[in-house]
């Protein structure tokens, strides 16, 4: 008999929490998530949207500015798409100043204009490739009937003046590839491997077996110690812009076979590197090493204007460039659409220029008052960005209304079977996307979390938990 109650119960109950309408179960959910000894000291915000309507289904902390994470990367991928168009691309020239002589020799230099391309030799697309373009290039020159170069391959990375980071940037990111700075000339998503052999013990020294790529022009100091089994990459490095000097620190499992990557300081001076060494491969010569418009400016000397092209190359267009973005949240790209943005809008390119470009043209488009929305980048990487999740659902409920948004809904990654973006930073955990409820209501919805104690696994299977409602 008592069996029989207890099921009765337990059937009147989970009947009448599925017959609760939709903004009651959610409130209950939250009710439940908030309260949780994990946010004792910490904050959660939610809103949900109906994406038909626009109403709001349910806001707790809505108004509330939190560190995003790369959540913000949606931010920064609309406005791509609407002031650049999802059909645009960056483009790299390669070109070559002074004149060929007779017997082949280039009085003058080879020099690589970039404009912005984040995936300029990356592997992410077939014809992007670091190999593809090197041997494109080397070709192109050799066409050109240049033999012998008299002079020096040269980066032109003006655009952006140099490669930077943003200034919300901490030490311990921008050392790794995650953390790598922008430049008009990128290159291989500006990140070189490193694989490492692991001593015979844990607490014993590793030894550097090689790196992906040629980049002797750097000194690796590797502090690198083994850990014991199973506790995996835990290595960091630590170097800025322009660092001639990368330390390794931190300890590299003693079962691990696993390249960790790193970020390059001057992603524009090594892809001069490369190419100086392609040639040198097929038997051109070059006079003088290679280098960039920012050394040479540096420096205080002039950087040549003008030139014949030898060779353009296009990178994929935006659609391509965002799905990756937002696929596995590369940092980079959100750097350098960012600058594009701003560039195309106002003709600036710092970062700071830019990110109150982005914040105003935000602004104007959706009404929401500029403080909810304050960027320091446009990837979520500076632990300093404070945005609310009343903003971040406007946008991509207005992101709904445009042409390009099925681009930019297949570019979001899927979650707990909901297509949404995650950001994750220390201390910091959210999820932004798009659901349809059991009922047929197309929903927006932000949820995020700050400073919550205890691990992240833990903490994202109770968002899931909580998301789960708007299924």
Same mark, same amino acid.
């Given at each position: 008999?008592?069996?029989?109650?207890?099921?009765?119960?337990?059937?009147?109950?989970?009947?009448?929490?599925?017959a609760?309408?939709?903004?009651?179960?959610?409130?209950?959910?939250?009710?439940?998530?908030?309260?949780?000894? $994990?946010?004792?000291?910490?904050?959660?915000?939610?809103?949900?949207?109906?994406?038909?309507?626009?109403?709001?289904?349910?806001?707790?902390?809505?108004?509330?500015?939190?560190?995003?994470?790369?959540?913000?990367?949606?931010?920064?991928?609309?406005?791509?798409?609407?002031?650049?168009?999802?059909?645009?691309?960056?483009?790299?020239?390669?070109?070559?100043?002074?004149?060929?002589?007779?017997?082949?020799?280039?009085?003058g230099?080879?020099?690589?204009h970039?404009?912005?391309? !984040?995936?300029?030799g990356?592997?992410?697309?077939?014809?992007?490739?670091?190999?593809?373009?090197?041997?494109?290039?080397?070709?192109?020159?050799?066409?050109?009937?240049?033999?012998?170069?008299?002079?020096?391959?040269?980066a032109?990375?003006?655009?952006?003046?140099?490669? #930077?980071? !943003?200034?919300?940037?901490?030490?311990?990111?921008?050392?790794?590839?995650?953390?790598?700075?922008?430049?008009?000339?990128?290159?291989?998503?500006?990140?070189?491997?490193?694989?490492?052999?692991a001593?015979? $013990?844990a607490? #014993?020294?590793?030894?550097?077996?090689?790196?992906?790529?040629?980049?002797?022009?750097?000194?690796?100091?590797?502090?690198?110690?083994?850990?014991?089994?199973? #506790?995996?990459d835990?290595?960091?490095?630590?170097?800025?812009?322009?660092? $001639?000097r990368?330390?390794?620190?931190?300890?590299?499992?003693?079962?691990?076979?696993?390249?960790?990557?790193?970020?390059?300081?001057?992603?524009?001076?090594?892809?001069?590197?490369?190419?100086?060494?392609?040639?040198?491969?097929a038997?051109?010569?070059?006079?003088?090493?290679?280098?960039?418009?920012?050394?040479?400016?540096?420096a205080?000397?002039e950087?040549?204007?003008?030139?014949?092209?030898?060779?353009?190359?296009?990178?994929?267009?935006?659609?391509?460039?965002?799905?990756?973005?937002?696929?596995?949240?590369i940092?980079?790209?959100?750097?350098?659409?960012?600058?594009?943005?701003?560039?195309?809008?106002?003709?600036?390119?710092?970062?700071?220029?830019?990110?109150?470009?982005?914040?105003?043209?935000?602004?104007?488009?959706?009404?929401?008052?500029?403080?909810?929305?304050?960027?320091?980048?446009?990837?979520?990487?500076?632990?300093?960005?404070?945005?609310?999740?009343?903003?971040?659902?406007?946008?991509?409920?207005?992101?709904?209304?445009? !042409?390009?948004?099925?681009?930019?809904?297949?570019?979001?990654?899927?979650?707990?079977?909901?297509?949404?973006?995650s950001?994750?930073?220390?201390?910091?955990?959210?999820?932004?996307?798009?659901?349809?409820?059991?009922?047929?209501?197309p929903?927006?919805?932000?949820?995020?979390?700050?400073?919550?104690?205890?691990?992240?696994? !833990?903490?994202?299977?109770?968002?899931?938990?909580?998301?789960?409602?708007?299924?």
């Amino acid at each position: 008999m008592q069996k029989s109650l207890s099921f009765l119960l337990f059937f009147f109950l989970t009947h009448h929490l599925t017959a609760q309408p939709l903004a009651q179960k959610i409130a209950t959910a939250f009710r439940a998530f908030e309260t949780h000894e $994990s946010l004792a000291n910490g904050m959660a915000s939610l809103i949900v949207l109906n994406a038909g309507t626009g109403q709001v289904v349910f806001a707790k902390n809505e108004k509330l500015g939190m560190a995003p994470a790369s959540t913000l990367k949606t931010v920064t991928a609309a406005a791509a798409y609407q002031v650049l168009g999802a059909d645009y691309t960056f483009e790299t020239t390669l070109s070559y100043t002074g004149q060929i002589d007779a017997s082949g020799t280039l009085k003058g230099d080879i020099v690589i204009h970039g404009t912005g391309d !984040p995936s300029l030799g990356s592997d992410r697309f077939p014809q992007t490739a670091d190999t593809i373009l090197l041997s494109a290039w080397v070709k192109a020159i050799q066409a050109a009937g240049i033999r012998k170069v008299d002079g020096r391959i040269l980066a032109d990375d003006r655009l952006y003046h140099g490669q #930077t980071a !943003p200034g919300g940037w901490t030490w311990q990111d921008m050392g790794n590839y995650y953390g790598a700075g922008v430049s008009a000339l990128n290159w291989r998503e500006n990140s070189v491997g490193v694989n490492f052999q692991a001593g015979r $013990s844990a607490g #014993t020294a590793t030894q550097i077996a090689h790196t992906t790529s040629d980049v002797s022009y750097l000194q690796l100091v590797n502090e690198t110690l083994t850990g014991e089994r199973g #506790t995996g990459d835990r290595v960091y490095a630590f170097s800025a812009p322009y660092s $001639s000097r990368i330390y390794l620190r931190g300890t590299y499992g003693l079962d691990l076979k696993k390249t960790v990557y790193l970020s390059v300081p001057d992603g524009a001076y090594d892809a001069a590197y490369q190419l100086h060494h392609a040639l040198d491969s097929a038997a051109i010569e070059q006079t003088n090493m290679p280098t960039t418009a920012h050394l040479v400016l540096l420096a205080g000397g002039e950087v040549p204007s003008g030139g014949k092209i030898l060779y353009t190359h296009h990178s994929p267009a935006l659609g391509e460039l965002i799905y990756w973005f937002n696929q596995k949240s590369i940092n980079l790209y959100g750097e350098a659409l960012l600058k594009a943005i701003a560039y195309r809008l106002a003709g600036k390119t710092d970062t700071r220029d830019a990110t109150e470009l982005l914040q105003k043209f935000w602004t104007d488009k959706t009404g929401i008052p500029e403080g909810e929305l304050r960027m320091l980048d446009g990837s979520g990487l500076s632990p300093e960005n404070r945005v609310t999740t009343h903003v971040l659902a406007h946008i991509l409920l207005a992101a709904k209304k445009e !042409p390009w948004f099925a681009s930019f809904f297949e570019s979001l990654p899927v979650y707990n079977g909901m297509k949404m973006k995650s950001g994750t930073i220390g201390g910091v955990l959210g999820y932004v996307g798009y659901q349809t409820s059991k009922e047929g209501t197309p929903l927006v919805f932000a949820l995020l979390v700050n400073n919550y104690q205890g691990t992240a696994t !833990p903490m994202r299977q109770r968002m899931f938990r909580l998301l789960d409602t708007l299924k």
